[in-house]
């Protein structure tokens, strides 16, 4: 169950990063508070994570890992599906290194 928190905290994650851009420097209500709200949910997932209670729990390193890694190469994804950002070689084959190094951790965390 650990790991379905983490997933979650991390499209959490994922959702609040993309939701920035529409926020307008913190200006505007609604993206704010959703912004706002997803960080919030976001943490409280990774928490349950690596809380015992979550079962058998995630070292922190490896959750926190694992949280930002998911984070950032789905925001770059994001990026670049829905925003139009660059797409080059170099940065595809960096987010598959990200990607790589995520599911090695998940592989030794023995959780």
Known sequence: ????????????EV????IYRFTEGLTRVWPTT????????SLYFLHRAVSPTAGEAIPIGTAYAVWTGIGAAGTVIVGMVA???????????LL??????????????GV
Not at 34 to 41: E, I, R, S
């Open 1 to 12: 169950m650990a790991w379905v928190y983490l997933l979650a905290a991390s499209m959490c």
């Open 15 to 18: 959702a609040a990063t993309t």
């Open 34 to 41: 959703g912004l706002a709200l997803l960080g919030v949910f």
């Open 83 to 93: 925003f139009g950002e660059p797409y080059e070689a170099v940065r595809i084959l």
């Open 96 to 109: 598959i290194l990200i990607i790589g190094s995520i599911i090695g951790l998940k592989l030794i965390s």
